[in-house]
């Protein structure tokens, strides 16, 4: 739940005593208008969805547009832009998965990460508020790590890593966040955002019910996620980064996933 300039709102209860993705229904489950766009730097699709007043129990019509392009470049760009009719907060971001192997678990995969500091949480991974440095715990990777390196430190937490980092932002704009390798393929992803902070989920709840592709049974710890986004829970957080829009402006964010192999 959270307070909007005097108005209460109350949201789905979907994770426990918690509100996780967008309600009961977010907007990974509507089907979005989708059409082709003319891109200079390369194929490109927009992607959107008008939210109703109150869906969900969030205030306002919300106008989203998603464009995803690949670029030339080996790139995969997501633009999001949205506009609202009321008050209301917006935090979006994607939650693809990645196994830079193909298959099997990503705990070899060497992870670093432009963050010296994170959002700790509590026991329902609710951020506290507070604002601490990496140093010293199993959340550093201000250095390239294997993400297997420390995860046993964690696995009490969240069953692995589900946590929120702050991303060192030298400018505004586009900035790097995170580069991953997989040693054996030599394949890296790099990811730049204008987003503050990048939560990594090292797929602790794929419990192997779950196929893809060929039959490829997911297990836990056989994908990760990073999702750029504004902090959790920072409507309820006064000195986090905001995540209120009103009429009249434009809620922007972009993030650019870019893809190559390192000849070993």
Known sequence: KFTL????????LNDGRNHLHGGLQG???KVWEAEPIASQDGLAVMFSYTS???EEGYPGKLYVRV??????RNELRIDYVANTDKPTVVNLTNHSYFNLA???SILDHVLSLQASRYTPADAGLIPTGEIAPVAGTPL?????TRIGARIAAVMDFAKGYDHNFVIDR???GLVPCATVYEPRSGRTLEIHTTEPGVQLYTGNHLDGS???VGGVVYSQHSGFCLETQHFPDAINKPSFPSIVLRPGQTYRSSTVHKFSVKNS
């Open 67 to 72: 464009v995803y392009t690949l670029t030339d």
């Open 27 to 29: 907007f990974d489950k």
């Open 170 to 172: 030298p400018r505004p």
């Open 140 to 144: 550093d990777f201000t250095v390239p």
């Open 102 to 104: 193909g298959s099997g």
């Open 5 to 12: 300039d005097g108005q209460s709102y109350t949201l789905a």
């Open 52 to 54: 109703p007043d109150g």
């Open 210 to 212: 779950r196929r893809g």
